[in-house]
């Protein structure tokens, strides 16, 4: 389970690698990595065949970002995200954000195993500084039904 101190820590972490930007530019992960980048964060796209993504150099790995980041942001599907949290913590990772949908037992169960702090099962726009309108009343309906973390 998500914790509210999960969360935060995360969202503390300012310099971040995003798993998740296509090269079409039309994806949530680039919608998010674009909407964070708006917020001052400095983000790292990881794609295996990309050099540039968003206007930002790309890396095909991990091990290949130029300097050491606080977090990763996955926005993969979960077949996808075991493999991904192996390579995280291979580069020393420590906090992990597994976008909405894109967790899966596996990648959580490793994190726990391998003292990785996980935020899954949660978007990270309804949480990241400033909001957007849309993600205000999403996040108070959340907040009104208890599913916010505590």
Same mark, same amino acid.
């Given at each position: 389970m998500t914790t509210r101190k999960a969360v935060d820590d995360f969202l503390a972490q300012r310099s971040l690698a995003v798993v998740g930007v296509s090269r079409s530019g039309k994806k949530f992960g680039n919608m998010v990595y674009r909407e964070l980048k708006g917020k001052g964060y400095t983000?790292? *796209? @990881?794609? *295996? $065949? #990309?050099? /540039?993504l968003e206007g930002d150099t790309s890396y095909p790995s991990l091990g290949a970002l130029p300097e050491k980041v606080g =977090? +990763?942001?996955? !926005? !993969?599907? *979960?077949? $996808? /995200?075991? &493999?991904? !949290?192996?390579? #995280? &913590?291979? &580069? =020393? @990772?420590?906090? @992990?954000?597994m976008q909405q949908g894109a967790e899966s037992e596996e990648a959580i169960a490793f994190c726990d195993a391998?003292?990785?702090? #996980?935020?899954? =099962? $949660?978007?990270? +726009? %309804?949480? #990241?500084? *400033? %909001?957007k309108f849309l993600h205000k009343p999403h996040r108070w309906v959340w907040k009104l039904l208890g599913k916010l973390p505590n």
């Open positions: 983000l790292f *796209p @990881i794609h *295996p $065949e #990309a050099q /540039t =977090g +990763l942001l996955i !926005v !993969v599907p *979960p077949t $996808e /995200t075991t &493999a991904v !949290v192996q390579d #995280a &913590a291979s &580069a =020393g @990772i420590k906090y @992990i954000w391998n003292g990785i702090s #996980a935020v899954h =099962g $949660e978007c990270i +726009l %309804m949480f #990241a500084q *400033p %909001m």
